[in-house]
C-alpha cells in the first residue's frame, strides 16, 4: 500500500463568476515529495494554490490535504462547511510563501519569525524567539535577525519569509512563484534554502519558472494550461521530452 497523499484534487473546479478558472484538476502529491507546477501566466496555479490553503472555496470535486477534505467534512455522503476556527485550524499546518514576501515592516526578521507562533498558537516568546532564531540561522540569515525588512535585499526579505512559515511547523509547503520578483543574482540563494528544504523531507508544491529547480529538485511536475492538467510526470521526463503542443510551446518560452 503507498502512503496517504499529502494533497488529493479529484475533479477540481473553480471558477470566479462566470470565468471557470480550474476545470477539473486531478492530481496527488506525497508526502515528502517536490511537486513543481508549472505552465503560462493566468493558467490558475495561484489559484490552484489558495484553493489547498483555503484561501478559496472550490466549486466542485474533491480537495484534500493530509486525508482531511479541504474546507469541508463529510458524514455520511453529505458535505458540511466547516466553521471558520476548524478552517483556521485546517490552514495552520500548510506554510505558503508568496512571490511578495509581506513581512511585516515594522518588525525584525526574528520578530517577524516570531509573529504567528505567538499570536496564533499562544506560544511562550521566550519558545518562539528561540525557534526563530534557529531557523534564521537554517536559512542564512544568523545575523541578520534584528534587521528590518527595509534593511535586508529582497533574497533576504524571502528567506525570512520561508522562516516565518516554517514557525508554524507545517506539514506542507506552498510556494508561488518564490523566486519571481528577485533579482537575479538572489535567486539562487533563495532556491537553495528551498533545496535544503527538500532534503530536510518537507512536502512542497512549488510554482515556479526555474526550471534548473525543478528538474534538479522536483520528483513530479505538472504542466498546467487553461485551468487544466495537460501533463505531468518526473520533471525530466516532461522538460526533456514533452509530449502535448501546448507543453513544448510554453518550455520554448522559458528553458
Ligand atoms: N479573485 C479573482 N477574481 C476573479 N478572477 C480571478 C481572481 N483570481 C484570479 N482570477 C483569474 O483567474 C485566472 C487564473 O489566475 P491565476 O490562478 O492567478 O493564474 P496563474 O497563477 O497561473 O498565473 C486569471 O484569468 C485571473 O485573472
Ligand atoms: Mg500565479
Known amino acids: 500500500m503507498t502512503a496517504q497523499p499529502m494533497v488529493k484534487a479529484e475533479g477540481v473546479h473553480k471558477s470566479y463568476g462566470a470565468a471557470h478558472i480550474l476545470r477539473g484538476i486531478d492530481l496527488e502529491v506525497a508526502p515528502r515529495e517536490v511537486f513543481c507546477l508549472v505552465g503560462p501566466s493566468g493558467s490558475g496555479k495561484s489559484t490552484f494554490l489558495r484553493c489547498i490553503n483555503h484561501l478559496e472555496r472550490i466549486n466542485a470535486g474533491r480537495l484534500s490535504v493530509d486525508g482531511r477534505l479541504v474546507g469541508y467534512k463529510q458524514k455520511g455522503d453529505k458535505l458540511y462547511e466547516l466553521k471558520d476556527s476548524e478552517v483556521a485550524a485546517q490552514r495552520r499546518d500548510i506554510g505558503m510563501v508568496f512571490q511578495r514576501f509581506n513581512l511585516f515592516?515594522?518588525?525584525?526578521?526574528?520578530?517577524?519569525?516570531?509573529?504567528?507562533?505567538?499570536?496564533?498558537?499562544?506560544?511562550?516568546?521566550?519558545?518562539?524567539?528561540?525557534?526563530?532564531?534557529?531557523?534564521?540561522?537554517?536559512?542564512?540569515?544568523?545575523?541578520?535577525?534584528?534587521n528590518y525588512p527595509t534593511q535586508l535585499s529582497g533574497g533576504q526579505q524571502q528567506r525570512v519569509a520561508i522562516a516565518r512559515a516554517l514557525a508554524m511547523e507545517p506539514k506542507l509547503m506552498l510556494f508561488d512563484e518564490p523566486t519571481s520578483a528577485l533579482d537575479p543574482e538572489l535567486v539562487g540563494d533563495v532556491l537553495d534554502v528551498m533545496r535544503d528544504l527538500a532534503e530536510s523531507g518537507m512536502t512542497m508544491i512549488v510554482v515556479t519558472h526555474e526550471m534548473g529547480f525543478a528538474?534538479?529538485?522536483?520528483d513530479n511536475l505538472v504542466f498546467m494550461d487553461g485551468g487544466v492538467v495537460v501533463e505531468s510526470g518526473h520533471p525530466r521526463e516532461v522538460l526533456g521530452?514533452?509530449?502535448?503542443?501546448?507543453?513544448?510551446?510554453?518550455l520554448s518560452k522559458v528553458l
Open 215 to 218: 528538474r534538479e529538485v522536483g
Open 105 to 146: 515592516p515594522h518588525m525584525t526578521a526574528v520578530e517577524n519569525v516570531m509573529e504567528a507562533p505567538v499570536m496564533v498558537k499562544g506560544e511562550s516568546k521566550s519558545v518562539a524567539r528561540e525557534r526563530a532564531v534557529k531557523l534564521l540561522d537554517r536559512v542564512g540569515l544568523g545575523d541578520k535577525g534584528a
Open 241 to 250: 521530452n514533452p509530449q502535448h503542443e501546448r507543453t513544448k510551446a510554453f
